[in-house]
């Protein structure tokens, strides 16, 4: 059975704080993406990863940087959390260059204070 | 740009059948994914829809027509599971891999 794993279900941060999301896929996937879900927005691309090491900006990165040194691995780094940046952020993994469909995880609800 | 609509909110009988729509205005069209997302869960994948046409799985169909960017996925024998986000997604060619754009979902309500 496939599966992506996100590190905490709920984490609640202060304003300034460094916060780190991990998220772990055992398909052996080249693709892995980062979503924000909001009420009234849906999901938003930050960023997403085609290989280990190799990374390229969606479509809203300010204030975020991503990770990847192990292909089954994405973090996605807030440098210095701010309250706008509370949100659900979900991760999803897909196979291959054509992309296809994206398996999420359970996602990660983050609230800054 | 990249632009996807569908509405909000529907509301549906059990046992029923309802249809879900979805339109698009995208570059570098590569197909269209409809997921499903029930409160408090990630999204779970549907359909999946490159040629035009209907494609048939159980209980759902989705269509697909990529002259006019529109898109429905049908529901029948609505059950009350059935309660969920439905997102439409379109899938667009992003320099090094396809990238999902998603619209802002349908939150479909099943009544008794």
């Known amino acids: 059975d496939v599966k992506v794993t996100q590190s905490s279900r709920y984490l609640v941060k202060r304003t300034g704080e460094k916060v780190f999301l991990e998220c772990v896929q055992d398909m052996d996937h080249e693709n892995m993406f980062w979503y924000r879900q909001d009420p009234g927005l849906g999901l938003r691309l930050i960023y997403f990863?085609?290989?280990?090491?190799?990374?390229e900006k969606g479509d809203i990165p300010e204030g975020y940087s991503v990770s990847r040194e192990k292909k089954e691995r994405f973090s996605l780094i807030l440098e210095s959390a701010s309250t706008n940046q509370t949100s659900m952020y979900l991760c999803?993994?897909?196979?291959?260059?054509?992309?296809?469909?994206?398996?999420f995880g359970p996602g990660t609800r983050l609230t800054v204070t | 740009g990249q632009n996807i609509d569908q509405p909000t909110e529907m509301t549906a009988t059990e046992g029923a059948i309802v249809q879900i729509n979805c339109t698009y205005q995208t570059s570098g069209f590569n197909g269209l994914f409809w997921y499903q997302q029930h409160a408090g869960e990630a999204p779970t994948f549907l359909s999946y829809n490159v040629l035009d046409g209907l494609e048939e799985k159980g209980r759902f169909s989705s269509f697909l027509s990529r002259s006019k960017g529109y898109s429905y996925l049908l529901l029948k024998e609505l059950q009350m599971k059935d309660s969920a986000s439905y997102l439409c997604?379109?899938?667009?060619?992003?320099?090094?891999?396809?990238?999902?754009?998603f619209g802002t979902g349908t939150l479909l309500a099943v009544q008794p």
């Open positions: 997604a379109v899938s667009h060619y992003g320099g090094a891999t396809n990238k999902l754009i």
């Open positions: 990863s085609y290989d280990v090491k190799m990374k």
């Open positions: 999803a993994s897909s196979q291959g260059l054509a992309g296809g469909e994206q398996y």
